[in-house]
Every structure is written in C-alpha cells, then in structure tokens.
Nanobody
Framework: DVQLQASGGGLVQAGGSLRLSCAAA????????IRWYRQAPGKEREGVSC????????YYSHSVKGRFTISRDNAKNTVYLQMNSLKPEDAAVYYC?????????????????????WGKGTLVTVSS
C-alpha cells in the first residue's frame, strides 16, 4: 500500500520560511507524480505544486511561484516543499498526494485536484 505523510508545519511570521516534507512509502515503481495541496479554513482545497520525482520536473501555482520550491530526494522517498516569503494567505493545512500518472503533473494541471493516494496534512500557520 502507498502511504504518504506530510510533516514540517508550524507557526511562522509573514515573510518567514518553512520546509515541509512528504514521506512516501509502499511505492512499487518510481512512476508517480507527487502533489502538494493546501486547504485553508472554510475554503476549498487548492493545488500548490507538483513534481515528477523520476525526472525532477516541477510546477507551481501562480500564487506560490517564485516563493515556493518543490524538490525530491529519491533515495529517501521524500518530497519537500520549501516555502519562503510566506504570506498570511498561505496559512492552511498542507497535504501531499501521489498520482499514478506522472505526466498528469504539468503546468496546466498543477492546480487540479487530482491524486490517487492522499496522506494526512500538516498545519502551516502564518502570523501577520
């Protein structure tokens, strides 16, 4: 079974930085895309970023592009989301998900709410 666990959330001030981790286990191949989503209180889940770990292609939503960086350590089966210049509107529960179709991760689909496997989220709070 594929298991995903997001971690690394916490409280930061606006303008600060935080790095989230998505630990994955149970993959039988490396042909997956990993996606980061977030959901703020009272709002719908929002696609933030995705990566094709096998080849390292990365994509970002317009709201985070230039501030967030998604990366992977394939040896550790971990995907990271480095969040810089955090804004209060970035506050949310962040989730990672795995998509069995790696090419579903594109610039056009980065904000799409797709994924075959979902993990529990980690809370990011940004104070102003």
């Amino acid at each position: 079974d594929v298991q995903l666990q997001a971690s690394g959330g916490g409280l930061v001030q606006a303008g600060g930085s935080l790095r989230l981790s998505c630990a994955a286990a149970g993959f039988t191949s490396d042909n997956y895309a990993i996606r980061w989503y977030r959901q703020a209180p009272g709002k719908e889940r929002e696609g933030v970023s995705c990566i094709i770990p096998k080849i390292g292609f990365t994509y970002y939503s317009h709201s985070v592009k230039g501030r967030f960086t998604i990366s992977r350590d394939n040896a550790k089966n971990t995907v990271y989301l480095q969040m810089n210049s955090l804004k209060p509107e970035d506050a949310a529960v962040y989730y990672c998900a795995a998509d069995r179709a790696p090419w579903s991760c594109t610039g056009a689909t980065v904000t799409s709410l797709v994924g075959d496997y979902w993990g529990k989220g980690t809370l990011v709070t940004v104070s102003s």
